[in-house]
């Protein structure tokens, strides 16, 4: 009863990490997931770990031990964020191609996550997960929330890298980041059918006869599929890029948070 009481602390610890990350990061966060299994998968993953890690640890429960679970959870939030934030990039790009093709006004709801959201976001997310389950991309999330118990022990100063900045300024480049992904992403959409405009536009010069409005909307639903059906080869390659640096940013994450350690 002594060595449990004396472990348990530790292990809630690691508990509250794995599960907090579950909760937000995908797939695991997808709708169709039974929380049960998010539960029970966190459960054997703290297991794990704390059978790895933790059973040197010693955490006291006294009056400091809830900031310490706000802390855990806090880190785990913070780590499924940051990776949800990338997933994020593919439905704003396909936002900004269905505001340039016409499809904004028929948004979908996505049975995945249970809210609206663009028609071509919703079918590039759905390729991106299918992508990132084939190669194996669950595992090496896996891999590195429990690899996170190395660079970020326990005994981490996560509020003192909320105080310091460096943590707030990171996430706010990360953010700034992924916009600027998504654009890259739907470059090619946008700039087909700004170029569609600017032909248009010439058309309801020279020859005033033409209703622009009834050509142009599905002169622009053609062009914007016919540019994406050039892109799909392409696809599953981008999505791979976007996916390394998704990790390569993780990497960094769990780096400015031992910063504060390793001083």
Avoid at 47 to 61: C, D, E, H, K, R
Avoid at 125 to 151: P, R
Wanted: one cysteine or more; a neutral charge; aromatic letters at 14%.
């Amino acid at each position: 009863m002594e060595q449990f009481l004396q472990s348990f602390p530790v292990f809630l610890l690691i508990f509250c990490r794995i599960t907090a990350f579950f909760v937000v990061v995908p797939p695991f966060s997808l709708r169709g997931v039974p929380n049960t299994f998010k539960i029970g998968l966190g459960f054997f993953i703290s297991l794990i770990v704390f059978l790895t890690y933790g059973v040197n640890q010693s955490i006291p429960a006294d009056a400091q031990y809830i900031l310490f679970v706000i802390r855990e959870v806090l880190l785990g939030l913070l780590m499924g964020f940051l990776v949800y934030l990338f997933f994020t990039v593919v439905q704003t790009a396909g936002a900004l191609m269905d505001l340039q093709i016409g499809f904004a006004m028929a948004n979908i709801v996505d049975p995945m996550t249970g809210i609206s959201s663009p028609m071509l976001g919703n079918f590039k997310y759905m390729l991106l997960i299918m992508v990132f389950l084939l190669m194996n991309g669950h595992h090496y999330l896996l891999t590195a929330l429990m690899d996170s118990y190395q660079w970020v022990p326990l005994s981490n100063e996560l509020f003192g890298r909320f105080a310091e900045g460096n943590l707030t300024e990171y996430l706010t480049r990360a953010l700034g980041n992924t916009f600027v992904l998504a654009l890259q992403m739907a470059s090619p959409i946008v700039i087909a059918l700004f170029l569609t405009d600017v032909g248009l536009g010439f058309l309801a010069k020279t020859a005033p006869q033409y209703n622009v409005f009834v050509v142009g909307i599905p002169l622009k639903i053609i062009v914007g599929l016919f540019v994406l059906f050039l892109m799909m080869p392409g696809m599953a390659m981008l999505f791979e890029r976007l996916l390394g640096i998704m990790f390569d940013n993780l990497n960094q994450l769990l780096g400015i948070i031992r910063g504060a350690d390793s001083q």
